[in-house]
């Protein structure tokens, strides 16, 4: 299944964090692989890749009225030092991916090798961009942020129909969010509409790090991404940031909500001996009324239903009447499986599990009427 490579994978976004200096990148890097190594769990750390250059038009490159075009050149990294960054991240036991903003970014994944193309919430209709991501032929994540559903169903059909892994995370492109603004329903709704679709989670909120990966998780979202930052030299954080210490919080909560999820939606669950051997003890088996000779064919008015069950006795729940019996069974005696004839009493599966259920004869105490006959 191509949507197992997007299972229980943590997308941490370092984005433009960095500042353009290596140094701050690489400790951003090393403080989030001790992280993620002490809470083990799978995580790619994602990278922005923009040939700047081309990236900005040559006559709007040194505007500062323009937020975006001033940070994007106040923070640039030459490839050589993206490439070290790709390396830690491998070397801290992370996985290498990135989000490339142009085509020749895209050629860099390529160069690079990275693990994952990431395609930004601003992109999701940049055709040029599409289709050049499309020919690298890497498994893909994208992200719905302020996405019409045409924008979304064209997104699917074009990644489903060159057959190449996609996973789509529901995203408020909101920085930061609120709680009330984090929508997530919307998951339901993804995994609804696009049943063959990996559905994930990427988060821009700001005031809690557990209580929304419960709810994620819960509801199926199996890929999950925040923008991440350390508090150091002074550089302000963004209050949709992830520090290390915030990360500690948000996979705790994936393990706990795993815990608490237990086994994949797609099968029943199988339950634990212990809970069948409680509903076991809650079970009425079936009493001999009276003596009963062998070969007699059992009918309701033979028995009768009570607790306990003991190893070996047929209860309620096999008891269908027509049953021969074998042996003869004294009155309040438990009538055994194996001595009945019955179309069920050959099944020597179910005979392993009649005589295992239930408590041992031993334990079952004489009826006063027995003891004063044995007195």
């Not at 197992?4 to 500042?19: G, K, R, T």
């Not at 083990?40 to 975006?68: P, T, W």
């Not at 923008?227 to 706990?256: M, N, R």
């Not at 607790?307 to 309040?332: C, N, T, Y």
């Amino acid at each position: 299944m191509q949507n197992e490579i997007y299972e229980d994978l943590f997308v941490l976004e370092l984005a433009n964090n960095h500042w353009g200096k290596l140094d701050r990148g690489l400790k951003i890097i090393r403080d989030f692989g001790e992280v993620v190594r002490r809470h083990n769990v799978r995580a790619a750390l994602k990278l922005q890749f923009r040939d700047v250059g081309s990236f900005i038009h040559k006559q709007h490159r040194d505007r500062e009225d323009m937020r975006y075009i001033k940070k994007v050149s106040a923070t640039e990294l030459s490839w050589d030092e993206l490439g070290v960054l790709v390396q830690a991240t491998r070397d801290e036991g992370m996985i290498a991916m990135a989000t490339p903003f142009d085509e020749v970014s895209v050629d860099k994944c390529l160069e690079f090798d990275l693990a994952f193309v990431k395609i930004a919430s601003s992109d999701i209709r940049d055709r040029v961009l599409l289709e050049k991501i499309a020919s690298a032929g890497k498994p893909v994540i994208a992200s719905s942020g302020g996405a019409s559903l045409d924008d979304m169903d064209h997104l699917v059909e074009f990644f489903a129909g060159r057959g190449l892994p996609f996973a789509l995370n529901h995203c408020v492109s909101i920085y930061p969010s609120c709680d009330g603004e984090l929508e997530l329903n919307q998951i339901d709704f993804l995994k609804a509409r696009y049943p063959d679709t990996a559905i994930g989670f990427s988060s821009h909120e700001m005031t809690d790090w557990a209580n929304s990966m419960l709810i994620a998780y819960a509801k199926g979202a199996r890929t999950f991404e925040r923008h991440i930052d350390i508090d150091y030299e002074g550089v302000p954080v963004s209050p949709y940031c992830t520090l290390p210490h915030q990360a500690e919080s948000w996979f705790e909560a994936f393990h706990k909500a795993r815990e608490m999820c237990g086994a994949p939606p797609s099968a029943k669950r199988v339950p634990p001996e212990k809970e069948v051997r409680y509903l076991d003890e809650l079970v009425r088996g079936v009493y001999a009324k009276r003596d009963l000779p062998p070969e007699r064919v059992l009918t309701a008015e033979d028995v009768y239903f009570a607790v306990p069950l003991v190893h070996g006795q047929i209860s309620v729940r096999e008891f269908e009447g027509g049953e021969v019996l074998r042996a003869p069974i004294g009155k309040d005696q438990p009538v055994k499986i194996r001595d009945i004839e019955s179309h069920y009493a050959n099944d020597l599966e179910l005979r392993r599990m009649i005589d295992d259920r239930g408590v041992p004869r031993a334990v079952v105490p004489q009826s006063r009427e027995l003891k004063r006959v044995a007195t």
